[in-house]
């Protein structure tokens, strides 16, 4: 069993930046979990945002956040990060922290464990 918990969201302007972290713990290997970052905005359903494999070697973004958020793990943390930068009113939404057994995956039902998620709302 993983617990995940995420924090890190706020209310920021269009351009600001503001980082997520989400600790897990529950288990002793987590860095044998994918772990990836999803959102939820009212209305729609949850989507990928990134990913990352659990030796930080690989990472995956969907389209409209590539080359705005970083995705990155400390495994000697337990931690895994989601570096926003330059957000967009279109960034509002629930971002989730998730677990999976798969090295990485843009699929949301490759993930086993969820966070509780926290509330990021960007202002234009």
């Known amino acids: 069993q993983v617990q995940l918990v995420e924090s890190g969201g706020g209310l920021v302007q269009a351009g600001d930046s503001l980082r997520l972290s989400c600790v897990a713990s529950?288990?002793?290997?987590?860095?044998?979990?994918?772990m990836g970052w999803f959102r939820q905005a009212p209305g729609k359903e949850r989507e990928f945002v990134a990913a990352?494999?659990?030796?930080?070697?690989?990472?995956l973004y969907a389209d409209s956040v590539k080359g705005r958020f970083t995705i990155s793990r400390d495994n000697a943390k337990n931690t895994v990060y989601l570096q926003m930068k330059t957000l967009k009113p279109e960034d509002t939404a629930v971002y989730y922290c998730?677990?999976?057994?798969?090295?990485?995956?843009?699929?949301?039902?490759?993930?086993?464990?969820w966070g509780q998620g926290t509330q990021v709302t960007v202002s234009s």
């Open positions: 990352v494999s659990w030796s930080g070697g690989v990472t």
């Open positions: 529950g288990r002793a290997f987590y860095h044998m979990y994918g």
């Open positions: 998730a677990a999976t057994y798969s090295a990485v995956s843009k699929e949301r039902s490759q993930y086993t464990y």
